[in-house]
């Protein structure tokens, strides 16, 4: 596996022999400082009885960083970094704070390796809910679930599937607006996707979703957008934008009910405006199945329960 050459020799022969036989089942690497390294596994955790050290945690992080960690201190200040394949490291330690944000993580003391994956089909259990035949287009969707629950996993087939058009359902192709702050959907390197999400799409990588938006709806025209992780109030503000504009919009965001999200006062007033058609929650307990389905009620302005 690709992401183990980002960790000292000594830990990558460690979990190799540990899970030699287990490696597709590989969804995090958890390093804290003087703690064992944990691996969580599709079946359940590993714990490798070695005491992780800070010089384990600073070669990874070269590692990671191309030797060159000043160059990623954006991304590290953000709380982790993304790396080839679209893997992210998660970053935790000592916050240095300059004009109430942070400016810099010191003393870092542990890294958490999620796993990305490509699973090819996986959106296929939505698609008749998101996709619009009729007009060759999209629902405006928005897809929630825990961390982890496979909503990013689910989003980049998402893409591939309406950018390169289904067959079985007629559907053509349609061009799709690719936001990538953390480049985690498409996983850009020196330009090119690593993760397949079809022929006709405009990717944005590295700046803020919002920016992101109103330069894909004037520069790209995009049938649809999609951006993962929603949620502020400028995020809600482009959306609204993206939409009034004429485009479709698939989006993901935290929480595992509808109580959940309006708890969220974005996301609340997102829902609030009726232009979300589709509301899919994922099941955190079994990743990437689909626990509940709400459609907007045009007449009523209220979300239904689809029995699935």
């Not at 384990?56 to 060159?68: A, F, H, P, R, T």
């Not at 959106?123 to 008749?128: A, G, H, Q, R, Y």
């Amino acid at each position: 596996m690709s992401i183990l050459k980002y960790f000292p020799n000594k830990i990558e022969k460690l979990i190799i022999t540990e899970i030699s036989d287990k490696m597709d089942m590989l969804e995090e690497i958890r390093m804290r400082a003087l703690r064992p390294i944990i691996l969580k596994l599709t079946e359940g955790e590993k714990i490798i009885k070695y005491d992780v050290t800070r010089e384990d945690i600073l070669n990874c992080m070269q590692s990671i960083c191309e030797n060159s960690i000043y160059s990623y201190q954006n991304q590290i200040v953000s709380g982790y970094v993304t790396i080839k394949g679209g893997h992210r490291v998660g970053i935790s330690g000592s916050c240095v704070i300059e004009n109430q944000r942070v400016i810099n993580v010191n003393y870092i003391y542990s890294l958490n390796f999620r796993i990305a994956r490509e699973i090819l089909g996986c959106s296929n259990k939505i698609l008749t809910d998101i996709i619009n035949t009729e007009q060759n287009t999209v629902y405006n969707t928005l897809i929630v679930s825990s961390p982890g629950a496979g909503k990013t996993t689910i989003l980049r087939d998402l893409i591939r599937q309406i950018s390169s058009g289904i067959k079985e359902m007629k559907f053509k192709a349609i061009n799709v607006g690719v936001v990538d702050e953390r480049g985690e959907i498409s996983a850009l390197y020196k330009g090119v996707p690593q993760n397949d999400i079809g022929i006709k799409v405009d990717i944005i990588e590295n700046v803020s979703k919002d920016v992101a938006m109103k330069m894909l709806i004037r520069s790209m025209t995009p049938k649809v957008i999609v951006a993962d992780e929603i949620g502020n109030s400028k995020d809600i503000e482009a959306i609204n934008y993206a939409i009034c504009s004429g485009s479709k919009g698939i989006f993901t965001a935290h929480g595992s009910s509808m109580f959940d999200i309006t708890l969220n006062p974005m996301i609340k007033e997102l829902i609030s405006l009726n232009i979300i058609e589709r509301i899919i929650f994922l099941d955190e307990n079994k990743k990437g199945n689909i626990k509940e389905i709400y459609y907007l009620d045009k007449k009523s302005k209220e979300y239904i329960l689809k029995e699935i």
